[in-house]
């Protein structure tokens, strides 16, 4: 019971490193997702990431900014309450979704635009599948 718990808190920390993601669809049906948002007057929706890819990078910093900061401290745990609980389970469903969509699936990995091929897209799906069946399920 309590590696169980313990379990479910560090999943739950996956949550704390969500990112802000824009999805939008092309005029040739293609789905984007990116960091940044579309160009003005493409019409795009905001995704939660879960954490289980990599998030999009963020553009480095320029070699004339200031001196690099101490790391940020570690996030604190996140409580397995009902409410947080229903957000990953959300956020999971809506991972599901996407995967088993028809549409390509894009993803920004190391600042390229990059397609998940049929064995990354599958990775994905039974990842997300079995959180949802240990997370969301058992509930």
Known sequence: MHRSLIAVALLLLTTQVNAQVYKWTDSSGTTHYSEAPPAQGVKFSTVTTTGTVEPPSKPAPEAAA???AEPAAAPKPVADTPEN????CSSLKANLATLHGSAAVVMQQGGK???LDSDQRKQQTDMAQAQYNQY???Q
């Not at 609980?85 to 990953?88: D, E, G, M, N, Q």
């Open 113 to 115: 635009t990059v397609a």
């Open 85 to 88: 609980r229903s957000k990953l």
């Open 66 to 68: 200031a001196p690099a």
């Open 136 to 138: 969301c399920l058992a």
